[in-house]
């Protein structure tokens, strides 16, 4: 079983800046792709970036709205993932959650979900 806890939601003004965390453990193996989600009042869940690990390198992917604005990393020795988010705006606002993927140590798929940080971005 594979559990994950985020850290870093809070309130910020417009324009301000917040990094979101989430770590992973457990029974874990591998990690093929990590990604934060997000999810306003009265909208459906969106992926906000993600990585996938490739062959030869990792793959990111952002959505259109935060490009330029958020990045996504992650420490691997700590199987840990990170969004940086930058030039907050009013419309980010919502309940962020990380989703990870991957394969246990008796090599079963897992796909987890975090619990969910609030982020509010106001004046």
């Known amino acids: 079983q594979v559990q994950l806890v985020e850290s870093g939601g809070g309130l910020v003004q417009p324009g301000g800046s917040l990094r979101l965390s989430c770590a992973a453990s457990?029974?874990?193996?591998?990690?093929?792709?990590v990604g934060w989600y997000r999810q306003a009042p009265g909208k459906e869940r969106e992926l906000v970036a993600s990585?996938?690990?490739?062959?030869?390198?990792?793959?990111?992917h952002y959505a259109d709205t935060v490009k330029g604005r958020f990045t996504i990393f992650r420490d691997k020795a700590k199987n840990t993932v990170y969004l940086e988010m930058n030039s907050l705006k009013p419309e980010d606002t919502a309940v962020y959650y990380c989703?990870?993927?991957?394969?246990?140590?008796?090599?079963?798929?897992?796909?987890?979900w975090g619990q969910g940080t609030q982020v509010t971005v106001s004046s």
């Open positions: 989703n990870v993927k991957g394969r246990t140590l008796i090599f079963l798929p897992f796909d987890s």
């Open positions: 457990g029974s874990i193996a591998s990690i093929n792709a």
């Open positions: 990585i996938t690990t490739q062959t030869t390198q990792d793959r990111t």
